[in-house]
């Protein structure tokens, strides 16, 4: 059977329990710094390696870019044309017609 006595007792150590609770919600745990440095060096050297990367691929996109186009040269297994039309002669000044 239950004791009379014993219920304030359970209510005390419940009581003192959430007291103490309450209380270790009120202070704030100290932060490691040391993981959050090391953190923000990693990041700030993985942006610099992605800034420098995406600069170089601009940069050899640029050049590139500026190659002059040229026309490929005809391959040797290529079929030879049977004629080849010259290209117009500029003709020296015409003279006027009278």
Same mark, same amino acid.
């Given at each position: 059977?239950?004791?009379?006595?014993?219920?304030?007792? /359970?209510?005390? =150590? !419940?009581?003192?329990?959430?007291? $103490?609770?309450?209380?270790?919600? %009120?202070?704030?745990?100290? *932060?490691? &710094?040391?993981?959050?440095?090391?953190?923000?060096?990693?990041?700030?050297? /993985?942006?610099? =390696? !992605?800034?420098?990367?995406?600069? $170089?691929?601009?940069?050899?996109? %640029?050049?590139?870019?500026? *190659?002059? &186009?040229?026309?490929?040269?005809?391959?040797?297994?290529?079929?030879?044309?049977?004629?080849? =039309?010259?290209?117009?002669?500029?003709?020296?000044?015409?003279?006027?017609?009278?």
């Amino acid at each position: 059977m239950t004791n009379p006595d014993d219920s304030p007792d /359970v209510q005390r =150590v !419940l009581m003192d329990r959430a007291r $103490r609770l309450a209380e270790r919600d %009120q202070v704030r745990p100290e *932060l490691a &710094v040391l993981p959050r440095f090391v953190g923000l060096a990693i990041a700030l050297v /993985v942006m610099l =390696v !992605l800034f420098f990367a995406f600069d $170089r691929f601009l940069a050899s996109m %640029q050049r590139f870019m500026g *190659l002059p &186009v040229t026309d490929p040269e005809p391959a040797v297994t290529e079929p030879m044309p049977a004629y080849v =039309v010259p290209p117009a002669e500029k003709a020296g000044p015409a003279e006027p017609a009278r």
